[in-house]
């Protein structure tokens, strides 16, 4: 039966290295997942009749604090791995060693989607206010991209030996090799995980597809879908997933405890995804139930 078993098994995280420089696979994966959320958030945003290169002005500013406000949020709950005797790192450099805070060496690792999703949103927002644009319209034009993109970049987890699930027991079709040097002490003994990496992949693929195709209806006139009702879907859908594949997680990030189990403590995933799933679920009740437009954060109010 071995024989039939998928094992994954990571080359490691560095693509190729020239000198004192390497490209590495997550970085290589989000600048793919970058330029295809580029070109098809710029065709969806021309079938809602938004401005032309709205999404190449905005994608820069996007990208840039969405990652800052992913890290921001990592180390902000794992700042025990930061701080203290950790506080300081260096970088090679021609042979040079530069000391860095090592709360800066995201090359290594160490990022979390929810973090760029607050951060990401914030900057939506303000850039929408700036541009005096439609604060649903264009989230909604972005959310596909962010879950196709999630779905890419989640590759870079397996690259990098990190956000795998706990031990395999028994028979499994498939299972995950974590390196001895990056296995949780307690499982230590273990080789083979659950490639939770390749789970959430999948769920955020299901995710995009769905949220193409309600799409991809509504500009057909076939589904009544209001402005922000795309979004509050994504919410649902994207945290339905996160929230079982996040309790299989080793190194969740914890409140109140410590990973791989959090016992007696809150895992930040589940709890973020579960709020994440009473705004959406509260703004399609909002647009359905009492049928109302959301209000738009994007247009502030004119008072007379």
Not at 71 to 88: C, L, T
Not at 178 to 204: C, D, G
Request: charged share 15%; with cysteine; glycine share 10%.
């Amino acid at each position: 039966m071995d024989a039939f078993i998928a094992t994954f098994t990571s080359p490691g995280p560095e693509l190729f290295q020239l000198g004192p420089f390497a490209l590495r696979w997550y970085g290589l994966l989000i600048a793919i997942a970058v330029l295809i959320g580029l070109n098809l958030s710029s065709r969806l945003a021309r079938k809602r009749g938004l401005e032309p290169g709205l999404i190449s002005d905005l994608l820069p500013i996007l990208v840039l604090t969405a990652v800052v406000g992913a890290r921001i949020y990592y180390v902000a709950f794992e700042w025990r791995n930061y701080s203290g005797d950790n506080f300081w790192s260096s970088i090679n450099i021609f042979g040079l060693a530069i000391p860095i805070p090592s709360a800066v060496e995201i090359w290594g690792g160490g990022i979390a989607i929810h973090g760029a999703l607050l951060a990401g949103t914030l900057a939506v927002l303000i850039f929408c206010r700036w541009r005096r644009q439609a604060f649903w319209d264009v989230l909604d034009v972005l959310v596909p991209s962010i879950a196709l993109g999630q779905a890419i970049g989640r590759w870079g987890n397996f690259f990098n030996n990190e956000a795998f699930g706990v031990p395999i027991k028994g028979d499994l079709a498939w299972k995950l090799f974590i390196p001895f040097v990056n296995r949780p002490l307690n499982y230590a003994n273990n080789e083979f995980f659950h490639p939770t990496f390749l789970y959430e992949s999948i769920w955020n693929l299901l995710v995009f597809t769905l949220l193409i195709v309600l799409f991809q209806r509504s500009n057909k006139g076939l589904l009544k879908l209001p402005a922000g009702a795309l979004s509050c879907i994504y919410l649902i859908t994207y945290s339905l997933g996160r929230v079982w594949i996040e309790a299989l997680r080793t190194d969740p990030l914890c409140l109140g405890a410590l990973p791989p189990s959090c016992e007696g403590g809150l895992r930040i995933a589940q709890l973020m995804s579960l709020a994440m799933m009473a705004v959406g679920g509260f703004g399609l009740w909002w647009l359905y139930g009492r049928k109302r437009k959301l209000p738009d954060p994007g247009r502030p109010r004119s008072f007379a």
